[in-house]
Each structure stands twice: as structure tokens, then as C-alpha cells.
């Protein structure tokens, strides 16, 4: 199984290749380990404490019809990357390291258009306003037309992409993997303002999406906080931290919001590697409440509730208003889940063996689960009205609807 990828950044005392530390990461994980932490969490009562869950049978309270399949390409796995589809106008779109750049449509999963790329592809694409953009491991930013496919521009940042660009109020932005934001003009590249943001040693290795809101540009960073961008040139308006980055080594310290914020109404919801998950005031960046449950994946948003996964593979369902905990579900431990999205009445996560689990929202409950394909489920699915796609490590893409 594949463990947390960790990478350790440029300058560090110890110039590490992140793709050497992938990897070591896939060697260790021949050993069955879970994440570094896990080398050390004997306790006795378990003969395997280091090995994932064991799936247990239940009975569905829904049906999940998979609507269509696909094949977007390879390489993902070589890089420790969380590359995952995303939706715009009807369309699917999807990459992969060795595969460009794909279009499908989104009720059939026909064909549109691939975009043979001649770089590394390391970060998801990112969609909107007619465009298309995804970025390399050599620190290009590629921008299509999102009808046919077509090269509109290219343009260049200091270090590999593997976060997913955002594309929307006027503004292609790209996250790099050195604490950049680069914000560039959507019709001829020009770039119009970045923003760096300091990096600690060891962080883990992914970065998703920033957010948007009105005017906003909102990131999570490695170092445990969250910072309030002005959309316009790039001035930073707060500062939050939701995971305090404390303890003796390196290792300890690691706090990273790697999964991109959520955005509900005017409330942001930020979750860290350290369990901790905020509820910010948005505009002013007040915080509203913190909680000790969570991780570094995305943060599912329901009507009353958000859904986190911690880092020992416990999925969290909290009170949106006051963050209490609603109910838990120890049953996927140590199965190195996506972050959570919300389905319907379920919230979904897929886990490192290709499996996608949805829980009932109300109680936590196993309410159904598909295996997309072998490879690791690492980005959160995305759901768009009832419809839900997915993408493993090896490619694997898929389509699915409940029905009760």
C-alpha cells in the first residue's frame, strides 16, 4: 500500500529530490507501513498495527450504478501525486504524468477531445471560463481551450505544479510547489502579481487548489495556516493558523492544510495535518470555532455538518456551527483516505486500495462502496449535482449515481 508521501523543501539542510523521497515512500511501503507515524504506534492490542483495516461486510442502505469508465493515462504513482478530475460546462476534464490531457462528457463519458502533451503532467487540471490549465513537473502552466483542446498559451514558475490551477473572476491561478501563488492574465499569459509564503522543512508531499471567493484568493499552507489573499494584486489581507506546528523533530511539527478550504457562504472551513479543523469568518479571518478532529484532506461541507478525515484514517462528521463531533467512523483506519465529499445523503471518501466508501451523513453509518480500479484513490472525488467522478493513481476514471 502507499504511505504519506513527505517531501523535504529546497534549502533544507538535506537537498532531497521530492522524487527520490516518492520513491523511498513506495519502497516503505512493501513494509506495510501506513504513514512514518505508524512505525511507531504499537499498543498491544493489535497483532498488525501497522496494516490497514480489513473491510467489513454490512448491509448497503443504497445503490451506487456506475454510469461509465475511462482511461486517462499513467504515471501518477511514481510521484507520490493526487491528481483528480474536474467539471465545467458538462464536460469531465482529467490528466495524467504520461497521458495529456482529456475531455469526456459528462453524462456519457464519450470522447471529447485528448491533448497529447509532450511535458510531465504533475498537477490535476483546474477549469473555467471557457479554459482549461494544468501543470508540469518542470514548472509549466498550460492553458486550452476548453471546447476543443486547442494550446492557448504557456507561461513559467519557479517549481513543479502538483496542485490544480483556478481559473475564475478574470484570473488563472497557479500554486506552485514552493509556496507560490502566480496569478496570470487568462487571455494572453501575462502574469499580474505573486505571492510567496514560506515553507518549513518537511511538509507532506501535495498541495491542492486555492478557493475563491468575491474579490478573496484563499490557500492553505504547509506550515499550518490558512492567509486571505486580495484577488486583485496578490496583497495578503490575514493571516490564520488552524494547525500549530509544534514538537521535537521535523516530523512532529508537520501541519500542513494541504486540502483546498471550503467555501460556505462566508464561513471557511480548513482542516491540518495536526487533526485541527477551523471555521473561519472569512472576510476578516475570526476564527468561529476549532476542533481537534481532522487532517489535511478536503473538507466535505453538508447542510448542518462538515466530514474530515484524520491522518490514522478516522472519518469525522462535525457540527458546522459549533464544531462538536457528530459521530466518528473508525472502520477504513489506516487506510490512507482521500479527503471527504458529500454525495446525496452520504459522504465519500476513496481509500490506497482503489475503493470508494460512501457513509450515511446522518450517523456515519457504511451505506455502499465500489472499487474504481487497483491504484489508490488519493484526490477527493467531485460531485456534481447527483453525479460523483473519481480518479485512482493508475488512471482509473469513473462515474457514478445513487439510487435508494
Known amino acids: 500500500m502507499n504511505p504519506t508521501f513527505l517531501q523535504r523543501q529546497p534549502g533544507s539542510t538535506h537537498r532531497t529530490s521530492a522524487l527520490r523521497i516518492a520513491m523511498l515512500a513506495l519502497a516503505l511501503a512493501a513494509t506495510g507501513c501506513s504513514t512514518v507515524k505508524g512505525w511507531f504506534d504499537r499498543d498491544g492490542k493489535n497483532d498488525k498495527p501497522t496494516e490497514p483495516t480489513e473491510l467489513s461486510e454490512f448491509s448497503p442502505s443504497t445503490t451506487v450504478s456506475r454510469l461509465w469508465s475511462a482511461q486517462a493515462g499513467d504515471g501518477d504513482s511514481r510521484l507520490g501525486l493526487t491528481q483528480g478530475p474536474v467539471v465545467a460546462n458538462g464536460k469531465v476534464y482529467a490528466a495524467a504524468v504520461d497521458g495529456g490531457v482529456r475531455a469526456y462528457d459528462l453524462q456519457t463519458g464519450a470522447s471529447v477531445w485528448h491533448y497529447n502533451s509532450e511535458y510531465d503532467l504533475t498537477g490535476g487540471p483546474g477549469a473555467g471560463d471557457g479554459l482549461v490549465a494544468i501543470g508540469t513537473l518542470d514548472g509549466n502552466i498550460v492553458v486550452l481551450d476548453a471546447e476543443t483542446g486547442a494550446e492557448k498559451w504557456a507561461a513559467k514558475v519557479p517549481s513543479e505544479i502538483i496542485a490544480a490551477p483556478v481559473i475564475g473572476q478574470g484570473m488563472v491561478l497557479v500554486r506552485s510547489n514552493d509556496g507560490r501563488i502566480t496569478a496570470f492574465d487568462p487571455n494572453n499569459g501575462e502574469r499580474r502579481w505573486f505571492w510567496n509564503h514560506d515553507l518549513p522543512t518537511l511538509t507532506v508531499r501535495g498541495n491542492d487548489g486555492v478557493v475563491l471567493g468575491p474579490g478573496y484568493v484563499f490557500v492553505g499552507n504547509d506550515d499550518g495556516t490558512v492567509a486571505a489573499l486580495s484577488l486583485g494584486d496578490g496583497r495578503p489581507l490575514w493571516e490564520q493558523t488552524v494547525g500549530q506546528p509544534d514538537g521535537r523533530t521535523e516530523l512532529d511539527r508537520m501541519a500542513d492544510v494541504d486540502g483546498t478550504p471550503a467555501l460556505d457562504g462566508t464561513t471557511l472551513f480548513a482542516s491540518s495535518y495536526k487533526k485541527q479543523t477551523m471555521a473561519i469568518d472569512a472576510p476578516s479571518g475570526r476564527p468561529l470555532w476549532a476542533q481537534e478532529h481532522g487532517g489535511a484532506g478536503r473538507v466535505g461541507v453538508a447542510g448542518d455538518r462538515v466530514v474530515v478525515t484524520d491522518p490514522a484514517g478516522v472519518v469525522w462528521?462535525?457540527?458546522?456551527?459549533?464544531?462538536?463531533?457528530?459521530?466518528?467512523?473508525?472502520?477504513?483506519?489506516?487506510?490512507?483516505?482521500?479527503?471527504?465529499?458529500?454525495?446525496?445523503?452520504?459522504?465519500?471518501?476513496?481509500?490506497?486500495?482503489?475503493?470508494?466508501?460512501?457513509?450515511?451523513?446522518?450517523?456515519?453509518?457504511?451505506?455502499?462502496?465500489?472499487?474504481?480500479?487497483?491504484?489508490?484513490?488519493?484526490?477527493?472525488?467531485?460531485?456534481?449535482?447527483?453525479?460523483?467522478?473519481?480518479?485512482?493513481?493508475?488512471?482509473?476514471?469513473?462515474?457514478y449515481r445513487l439510487s435508494q
Open 317 to 399: 462528521a462535525l457540527d458546522k456551527t459549533g464544531g462538536s463531533a457528530l459521530w466518528q467512523q473508525p472502520g477504513l483506519a489506516r487506510r490512507n483516505l482521500s479527503g471527504a465529499v458529500v454525495h446525496g445523503d452520504y459522504a465519500v471518501v476513496g481509500d490506497y486500495d482503489g475503493y470508494l466508501h460512501w457513509l450515511r451523513i446522518d450517523n456515519g453509518d457504511f451505506g455502499a462502496r465500489v472499487r474504481l480500479g487497483g491504484g489508490a484513490v488519493r484526490a477527493a472525488p467531485v460531485v456534481i449535482g447527483d453525479i460523483l467522478v473519481a480518479q485512482s493513481v493508475d488512471g482509473d476514471l469513473s462515474a
